[in-house]
Nanobody
Framework: QVQLVESGGGSVQAGGSLRLSCAAS????????VGWFRQAPGQEREFVGN????????FLPDSVKGRFTISKDNAKNSVYLQMNSLKPEDTAVYYC??????????????????WGQGTQVTVSS
């Protein structure tokens, strides 16, 4: 029912910034959390952070804390990932994900019910 579409990816130089958008549609009133993940070729999918849908609590792992910020605009059914001070190691396909159920944690991929198709972020040194 819920559909997610990411946008805003591209290529930037190290130290640059990008803002990714996740537009949600279809039954968004039932969502608990919207999260961001990333996956580089040959690597496991990595948790980037999440934000409460009805509330605004944000959680960011140490790998991106201080450089990335998550925000939302419920009127637009959109969640944003602001990425600053980008590093080459940030290069990956970034995915937006949403959970329609309460869970004790939201940092594992299987705990999300809906996924976007991803958007490529490439950071050059």
């Amino acid at each position: 029912q819920v559909q997610l579409v990411e946008s805003g990816g591209g290529s930037v130089q190290a130290g640059g910034s990008l803002r990714l958008s996740c537009a949600a549609s279809g039954g968004t009133f039932s969502l608990y959390v919207v999260g961001w993940f990333r996956q580089a070729p040959g690597q496991e999918r990595e948790f980037v952070g999440n934000i409460g849908w009805s509330g605004a609590t944000v959680f960011l792992p140490d790998s991106v804390k201080g450089r990335f910020t998550i925000s939302k605009d419920n009127a637009k059914n959109s969640v944003y990932l602001q990425m600053n001070s980008l590093k080459p190691e940030d290069t990956a396909v970034y995915y937006c994900a949403a959970s329609g159920h309460y869970r004790s944690s939201y940092y594992r991929s299987p705990n999300y019910d809906y996924w976007g198709q991803g958007t490529q972020v490439t950071v050059s040194s």
